[in-house]
Nanobody
């Protein structure tokens, strides 16, 4: 089992920045690829970013490429996503997830956090 807890969400104006964190406990964090997904009201959960288990390869949704940066600290068991130049359309509940292999589809991830709300005002 892997337990995941997100933090760092909040209300920010368009153009602002937030950094989300995801603290992991349980099985060896470094063994898993990690991803961020988001879900806006009335919409399906969508892929945001993912990072390979050793922190090498990263993948981003086109909608966040160049604005978001995913990273991980395997020594501290923490996953991050730095979100810059935020837009109102980034408003959603953001979830972190763990699984293998690295993927851009939610079905590939077996462990999920409870989510943290990000609201971007215009």
């Amino acid at each position: 089992q892997v337990q995941l807890v997100e933090s760092g969400g909040g209300l920010v104006q368009a153009g602002g920045s937030l950094r989300l964190s995801c603290a992991a406990s349980g099985r060896t964090f470094s063994n898993y690829a990690m991803g961020w997904f988001r879900q806006a009201p009335g919409k399906e959960r969508e892929f945001v970013a993912a990072i390979q288990w050793r922190g090498g390869a990263t993948y981003y949704a086109d909608s966040v490429k160049g604005r978001f940066t995913i990273s991980r600290d395997n020594a501290k068991n923490i996953l991050y996503v730095q979100m810059n130049s935020l837009k109102p359309e980034d408003t959603a509940v953001y979830y972190c997830a763990a699984g293998n292999p690295i993927a851009v589809v939610s079905l590939a991830y077996g462990y999920w956090g409870q989510g943290t709300q990000v609201t971007v005002s215009s």
